[in-house]
């Protein structure tokens, strides 16, 4: 089994508005990643969880909160996002340095 | 620092023609090489990799890519191509020779099978 699931699968907020969104794995990955991915384009690594720690911030800004509550889930915290901010969140999860295994992602919208 | 190329934005194949996407990679150490292909509005899915071993590379679908250490190049190839394998492929780096580096991806190239 390589599933990662996420959800929701599409989210429409407003600038002011605070949500999350979710990925989870059961694969015994210990590694988690959340991914931007802007249309047409590749993906841009976000953060990096290693063990349920952060081990890489890849400079995204404070409105952006990550979070790992166990060795099989991972969130997004969003808070005052702006409309640039509108994009395809991906989360992936990988055995240490290996193949990473991504999620179908989550549509934003900012509005 | 390691980087990738795809240096084709888009590629047009007619069905049963055989595709190439190309990549080429830099890297300070030694590489771990990886293929994905995405649908629109879906995640990225894990076509193939190279560690070590033999040059050539089989994954899923069909699909084989050739490691040239001399040329820095890992182009992904399928002999028969099928209207089902439109889609963006990415070309995706690791210096494992480095630490924990992240994934570096190349940007993208567009495949068109044309029926």
């Known amino acids: 089994d390589t599933e990662v699931t996420q959800t929701p699968k599409h989210l429409v907020m407003g600038m002011t508005n605070k949500k999350s969104l979710k990925c989870e794995q059961h694969?015994?990955?210990?590694?988690m990643y959340w991914y931007k991915q802007k249309a047409k384009k590749p993906p841009e690594l976000m953060f990096v969880?290693?063990?349920?720690?952060?081990?890489i911030n890849e400079s995204v800004p404070s409105r952006f909160s990550p979070e790992c509550p166990n060795s099989s889930l991972l969130n997004l915290h969003l808070h005052a996002l702006q409309p640039e901010d509108s994009a395809l969140y991906l989360c992936?999860?990988?055995?240490?340095?290996?193949?990473?295994?991504f999620g179908p992602g989550t549509r934003l919208t900012v509005l | 620092a390691q980087s990738v190329a795809q240096p084709e934005d888009q590629v047009n194949v007619a069905e049963g023609n055989p595709l190439t996407v190309k990549c080429t990679y830099s890297?300070?150490?030694?590489?771990?090489l990886f293929w994905y292909v995405q649908y629109p509005n879906r995640g990225l899915q894990f076509l193939l990799k190279?560690?070590?071993?033999?040059?050539l590379v089989k994954g899923s679908y069909g699909f084989e890519a050739e490691f040239n250490k001399s040329q820095t190049s890992f182009h992904l190839k399928k002999p028969s191509a099928l209207v089902s394998d439109s889609a963006l492929y990415f070309c995706?780096?690791?210096?494992?020779?480095?630490?924990?580096?992240?994934?570096?991806f190349g940007k993208g190239t567009r495949l068109s099978v044309i029926a």
């Open positions: 890297v300070s150490g030694n590489p771990y």
């Open positions: 694969m015994g990955h210990r590694a």
């Open positions: 969880y290693s063990y349920e720690k952060l081990s």
């Open positions: 995706a780096v690791r210096d494992m020779s480095s630490g924990n580096t992240p994934l570096v």
């Open positions: 992936a999860s990988s055995r240490g340095g290996s193949t990473q295994y």
């Open positions: 190279y560690i070590t071993g033999d040059n």
